[in-house]
């Protein structure tokens, strides 16, 4: 049970992060973070009620974070070399 | 079994926390993208074996090893585009800001 | 617990509020979207929060598709007057009327900023607020308070066992009790489907060529998503196929297969199914869903089968929502992805 | 609690439509709104330590959430981001005509627009 507080207290600086972040990549990297500790936070709730199903979400989250973040990275670079 | 678990998992507990600290000490982008991938990947992964080993050899724990080869593919690699688009769209080693966001006006 | 991250969503709202560039509210609704997500899923009900996760990583796509396109206009028309070239000229094609236009625009935004002075903080901001408060005191206040009736959830939760099978009540809702809110939400992602067709800004349907986006750069990042790709594909007929079972279903699935395509797109950089066949295959797929659902839950045949074929029937069923699902989602991507980005 | 901490959002976020300059921000807006509405109704019957709905033996109903707001909510979000993807349609075709997405000088630019189509005729 401590381990589910500490992650949704970790959840705050990253949320500072993604607000206050001087760059565009500090945001898109503290939103990284977040599906990571979001993960987490999914397998703990799982152990704790003894629902094993509710792993197939960890899967998910890890899988559309990459296709989100990948995209709009990619989306980023392109537009910096069409503009060249 | 039970408290070899903990142990672990206060260790990766140990590992974010430097994470956070080091992600609002430093200035520089690339910097702190090096320290927070020691969040994404050595804290996370930790904190996961840790979970599998408190619950023992049981189906949870099989799933759990599933997602733990996913994350060790999958969260270096955010990590790296990241930096990667970061660094070839213009913004500087030595840590001078040259941001790319444009309002909406 | 959740209202922790009940509070964090809240926050995320202001955030929106007070933002003024277009890529910080993507990345922020991104991140409420994961947060809703999390937070339907303590709430008890994992399939909304599976479709939430999967409809954030979507709204986000299409989102930074158009923002991009939006920019890349703005940024042309600031270095020339004229549109680029590689893209159709617009409804105006005479180039003076797109001078006449850009000079009116200019007098437009001229008049528009003295008027943004002039109108004070009471008409912008303090009379909105206040009218938005007193309606929320409103709902407080005709709030239906009281217990709420389990009947019918006792009904559904003993019962759908015999009824229809399967572990899932969610499932076993949406699929029999149910049937016709699924056959209309089908319906609409059709007539969306035809509407974004029909009025996007290119006539005609299938687009060949297109700008490279220059994607295939990142080797170890590609080939790391091709092993990616076929674990999204597997996992997209893993959700269909133990929908009834566990959280997921046809639309979860569904989009899980759309993603497959989008992953697709990211590894080759190429858009060059053939669009029209995929449309054509939609409109079949929706048919026979609506055939199906009408001739095993409509007649009331699902009541004299035995319960071996209720099973055959849920994933039968699931399947052709996915299948439909996946294809309407995969023709707005490519659609998106070949007009606005061309 | 949470339901009115949902109305709250929703209200935010009405706020936030109305006020907005820009239409992009209206229709982020929107999402917000829709996933306020759908937090509402998942929200019914809520305590803690509930369970999903899943399993075949599901003993003390009491702890188990409701099936048919979920059931309703999942075709809600996919129809509502069917209708999201029209609004950027429509937006992007407006700002293809109109070079503009802000409210103000797109209701100032139709109204022109409007006129010299009537001159012309």
Same mark, same amino acid.
Request: with cysteine.
């Given at each position: 049970?401590?381990?589910?507080?500490?992650?949704?207290?970790?959840?705050?600086?990253?949320?500072?992060?993604?607000?206050?972040?001087?760059?565009?990549?500090?945001?898109?990297?503290?939103?990284?973070?977040?599906?990571?500790?979001?993960?987490?936070?999914?397998?703990?709730?799982?152990?704790?009620?003894?629902?094993?199903?509710?792993?197939?979400?960890?899967?998910?989250?890890?899988?559309?974070?990459?296709?989100?973040?990948?995209?709009?990275?990619?989306?980023?670079?392109?537009?910096?070399?069409?503009?060249? | 079994?039970?408290?070899?678990?903990?142990?672990?998992?206060?260790?990766?507990?140990? $590992?974010?926390?430097?994470?956070?600290?080091?992600?609002?000490?430093?200035?520089?982008?690339?910097?702190?993208?090096?320290?927070?991938?020691?969040?994404? +990947?050595?804290?996370?992964? +930790?904190?996961?074996?840790?979970?599998?080993?408190?619950?023992?050899?049981? $189906?949870?724990?099989?799933?759990?090893?599933?997602?733990?080869?996913?994350?060790?593919?999958?969260?270096?690699?955010? +990590?790296?585009?990241?930096?990667?688009?970061?660094?070839?769209?213009?913004?500087?080693?030595?840590?001078?800001?040259?941001?790319?966001?444009?309002?909406?006006? | 617990?959740?209202?922790?991250?009940?509070?964090?969503?809240?926050?995320?709202?202001?955030?929106?509020?007070?933002?003024?560039?277009?890529?910080?509210?993507?990345?922020?609704?991104?991140?409420?979207?994961?947060?809703?997500?999390?937070?339907?899923?303590?709430?008890?009900?994992?399939?909304?929060?599976?479709?939430?996760?999967?409809?954030?990583?979507?709204?986000?796509? /299409?989102?930074? &598709?158009?923002?991009?396109?939006?920019?890349?206009?703005?940024?042309?028309?600031?270095?020339?007057?004229?549109?680029?070239?590689?893209?159709?000229?617009?409804?105006?094609?005479?180039?003076?009327?797109?001078?006449?236009?850009?000079?009116?625009?200019?007098?437009?935004?001229?008049?528009?900023?003295?008027?943004?002075?002039?109108?004070?903080?009471?008409?912008?901001?303090?009379?909105?607020?206040?009218?938005?408060?007193?309606?929320?005191?409103?709902?407080?206040? /005709?709030?239906?308070?009281?217990?709420?009736?389990?009947?019918?959830?006792?009904?559904?939760?003993?019962? /759908?066992?015999?009824?229809?099978?399967?572990?899932?009540?969610?499932?076993? &809702?949406?699929?029999?009790?149910?049937?016709?809110?699924?056959?209309?939400?089908?319906?609409?992602?059709? @007539?969306?489907?035809?509407?974004?067709?029909?009025?996007?800004?290119?006539?005609?349907?299938?687009?060949?060529?297109?700008?490279?986006?220059?994607?295939?750069? #990142?080797?170890?990042?590609?080939?790391?998503?091709?092993?990616?790709?076929?674990?999204?594909?597997?996992?997209? /007929? #893993?959700?269909?196929?133990?929908?009834?079972?566990?959280?997921?279903?046809?639309?979860?699935?569904?989009?899980? @297969?759309?993603?497959?395509?989008?992953?697709? #797109?990211?590894? #080759?950089?190429?858009?060059?199914?053939?669009?029209?066949?995929?449309?054509?295959?939609?409109?079949?797929?929706?048919?026979?869903?609506?055939?199906?659902?009408?001739?095993?839950?409509?007649?009331?045949?699902?009541?004299?089968?035995?319960?071996?074929?209720?099973?055959?029937?849920?994933?039968?069923?699931?399947?052709?929502?996915?299948?439909?699902?996946?294809?309407?989602?995969?023709?707005?991507?490519?659609?998106? @992805?070949?007009?606005?980005?061309? | 609690?949470?339901?009115?901490?949902?109305?709250?959002?929703?209200?935010?976020?009405?706020?936030?439509?109305?006020?907005?300059?820009?239409?992009?921000?209206?229709?982020?807006?929107?999402?917000?709104?829709?996933?306020?509405?759908?937090?509402?109704?998942?929200?019914?019957?809520?305590?803690?330590?509930?369970?999903?709905?899943?399993?075949?033996?599901?003993?003390?109903?009491?702890?188990?959430?409701?099936?048919?707001?979920?059931?309703?909510?999942?075709?809600?979000?996919?129809?509502?981001?069917?209708?999201?993807?029209?609004?950027?349609?429509?937006?992007?075709?407006?700002?293809?005509?109109?070079?503009?997405?802000?409210?103000?000088?797109?209701?100032?630019?139709?109204?022109?627009?409007?006129?010299?189509?009537?001159?012309?005729?």
């Amino acid at each position: 049970m401590y381990i589910l507080w500490a992650m949704l207290i970790f959840l705050i600086p990253y949320l500072v992060l993604i607000v206050r972040g001087p760059t565009v990549w500090d945001r898109i990297l503290g939103m990284s973070l977040v599906s990571t500790k979001i993960i987490i936070i999914v397998i703990i709730f799982s152990s704790l009620n003894h629902l094993d199903y509710l792993t197939d979400f960890a899967i998910i989250y890890v899988l559309l974070g990459f296709i989100v973040t990948f995209f709009i990275t990619t989306f980023l670079v392109t537009r910096k070399k069409r503009e060249k | 079994m039970e408290i070899l678990g903990n142990i672990i998992i206060i260790l990766g507990i140990i $590992f974010m926390l430097f994470g956070v600290i080091g992600i609002f000490r430093y200035q520089n982008f690339f910097v702190r993208i090096l320290i927070a991938s020691k969040i994404d +990947t050595v804290g996370a992964l +930790t904190v996961v074996i840790g979970l599998a080993v408190k619950h023992g050899f049981s $189906f949870f724990s099989l799933r759990v090893v599933l997602l733990l080869v996913l994350m060790f593919i999958i969260n270096p690699m955010v +990590t790296h585009i990241i930096a990667r688009s970061a660094y070839e769209s213009g913004q500087n080693i030595d840590g001078s800001v040259d941001d790319i966001e444009e309002g909406n006006e | 617990m959740i209202y922790l991250l009940l509070v964090l969503w809240l926050f995320l709202a202001f955030c929106i509020i007070g933002e003024k560039r277009n890529i910080r509210i993507v990345i922020y609704l991104c991140v409420f979207s994961f947060i809703s997500s999390i937070s339907f899923l303590i709430l008890g009900s994992p399939d909304a929060a599976m479709a939430e996760a999967a409809i954030g990583t979507f709204t986000g796509i /299409f989102f930074i &598709i158009c923002f991009e396109k939006h920019r890349e206009l703005r940024f042309n028309e600031k270095n020339a007057s004229v549109f680029s070239r590689d893209e159709d000229p617009p409804d105006i094609d005479d180039e003076r009327a797109v001078q006449a236009l850009l000079k009116l625009r200019k007098k437009a935004r001229a008049r528009t900023r003295g008027k943004h002075n002039a109108k004070s903080i009471l008409q912008r901001y303090l009379a909105p607020g206040l009218f938005s408060i007193l309606l929320f005191i409103l709902f407080i206040v /005709f709030l239906p308070g009281g217990e709420a009736n389990p009947y019918l959830r006792n009904q559904f939760l003993t019962q /759908f066992s015999e009824h229809v099978g399967g572990e899932n009540a969610v499932t076993a &809702i949406y699929l029999a009790y149910r049937v016709y809110d699924t056959l209309f939400e089908a319906l609409v992602l059709v @007539i969306a489907v035809v509407a974004v067709i029909h009025m996007s800004y290119s006539s005609d349907i299938l687009v060949k060529g297109g700008k490279p986006s220059h994607v295939g750069q #990142y080797v170890v990042v590609v080939s790391v998503l091709r092993v990616i790709c076929a674990i999204v594909l597997l996992f997209g /007929f #893993y959700l269909i196929m133990n929908g009834h079972i566990t959280a997921g279903g046809g639309f979860q699935g569904g989009l899980f @297969i759309a993603a497959f395509f989008i992953c697709r #797109y990211l590894v #080759y950089d190429i858009y060059d199914l053939p669009i029209t066949k995929v449309i054509r295959m939609e409109e079949l797929v929706f048919l026979s869903t609506v055939i199906f659902a009408v001739l095993i839950v409509f007649l009331g045949t699902i009541n004299h089968l035995p319960p071996v074929f209720h099973i055959v029937y849920m994933i039968v069923m699931n399947f052709l929502i996915g299948l439909k699902v996946a294809c309407g989602f995969l023709i707005l991507f490519y659609r998106y @992805i070949a007009i606005e980005r061309r | 609690m949470i339901n009115i901490i949902a109305i709250l959002m929703f209200f935010i976020s009405f706020f936030g439509l109305i006020t907005s300059h820009s239409m992009i921000k209206s229709i982020v807006f929107t999402v917000l709104m829709e996933s306020a509405v759908i937090l509402f109704f998942l929200s019914l019957g809520f305590q803690s330590g509930i369970i999903p709905p899943i399993g075949v033996n599901l003993e003390n109903l009491e702890h188990v959430a409701d099936p048919l707001p979920q059931a309703l909510m999942i075709t809600a979000i996919i129809i509502g981001v069917a209708v999201t993807t029209i609004k950027i349609t429509i937006l992007m075709s407006f700002f293809r005509k109109f070079k503009t997405t802000d409210w103000d000088e797109a209701r100032i630019l139709s109204h022109h627009h409007e006129e010299d189509e009537n001159n012309n005729d």
